[in-house]
């Protein structure tokens, strides 16, 4: 054991918690030159005393001993992974209660529009069906473009009617690129409607707001195709 460093360690726990070597001494009923000689390496406290100052600090003993904290590594790995794991079994969970019918189908979704590709389906049955989007990619104009805030929409047209089903939108301190931002969308719609005999070409669309530093606006719209039509 390093007494210097102990020592030093006793000294920035006693700084951090804005305690003078008066109050630091009169919290363990020793004179203020004792813990004077402590922070000094000249000297310790007993082992009772070490370890009611961890106690009271919230620190280990052999943080005590060695005179430093130990590293806290930030698990960013094992969050990520954990995250992608919760998303898989949301969507697993969401094929098995589709699968128990018999009548299951699916019907791929796809961009019809030029500067946008998309990779999506809807699986539905008799009684309900389920919409799912991502793999969104830019493909058109200055994709070096950044903007402040944007916000992807996806929409449902019926008719004259418009119905908003999901949105995912940006809004942070930093400005985005267009495509880094649809790197980020998803859409997972679970239960939207009984039936898919409402879905056709362009019955479906995302709406795509985007605004600059300059408050500029700018909007795509882009059309989605089903590869057939949903049966009745």
Known sequence: M???KFGKFIKELRQ????TQKEFADKYHVTYQAVSKWENGKNMPDSALIKQISEDFNVSLEELYNGEFK???KKTIPIIIMICIIFIIF?????FNFLSSDDFQF?????NCPNFTISGNIAYNDKKSAIYISNIEYCGGDESQKYKEIECILYEKNGETETQISSYKYDKKESITLENFLKEVTFTIDDYEKTCKVYKDGSLYLKVNASDDHHKIITYEIPLKLDD????
């Open 229 to 232: 039509r949903c049966k009745k």
């Open 91 to 95: 969507i697993i969970v969401i094929l």
């Open 2 to 4: 390093n007494q210097e």
């Open 71 to 73: 590293s806290k590594k």
């Open 16 to 19: 951090k918690n804005n305690l």
């Open 107 to 111: 019907k791929t979704l796809s961009a």
